[in-house]
């Protein structure tokens, strides 16, 4: 197994598409179980005005032979911060991205944008139906509210 980078200095990748995400072996093959991982600070940039836009993503995922190293996640998660796209297409394509590369048995994203131009979006993407007999907790990011 060769981690990038696990225990290596890493600069964040200039792009998603450039950004190599490291998967290593599960601990506990063979049995089911969810990991989440729970990003508060996302950002990426409008890829029409430019602009900052902001999210709090959750993922959650039933693995199966790998696990996603989280030092690599980080990464390419930060990669974003200079990437132009909608919505939409951050949040989707996080999620299958992940589904391709690491096969887990299951997997779900939430996204929770925070709102520009007066309007929160919310997407969610999962792989399909979850695992039976694994618990899967609510995602617990409380819709926008506004101020106070």
Known sequence: MTLKHLGQTSALPASPEEA???????????????????????????????QPDFAHLVIDYVPDETIVESKSLKLFLG???????????????????????????????GGYWYPRGGIPIDVFWQSGPPVEGVWVPDQGVQGYRGRG
Request: net charge positive.
């Open 20 to 50: 190599v995400l490291d998967y290593v072996p599960n601990p506990r093959p063979g049995t089911p179980y969810l990991v989440r991982f729970s990003a508060p600070e996302f950002t990426s940039l409008c890829p029409i005005t430019g």
């Open 79 to 109: 990669s974003f911060r200079n990437h132009g796209a909608f919505h939409e297409d951050c949040t989707v394509g996080i999620g299958e991205r992940l589904f391709a590369e690491m096969k887990p048995r299951w997997l779900r994203i």
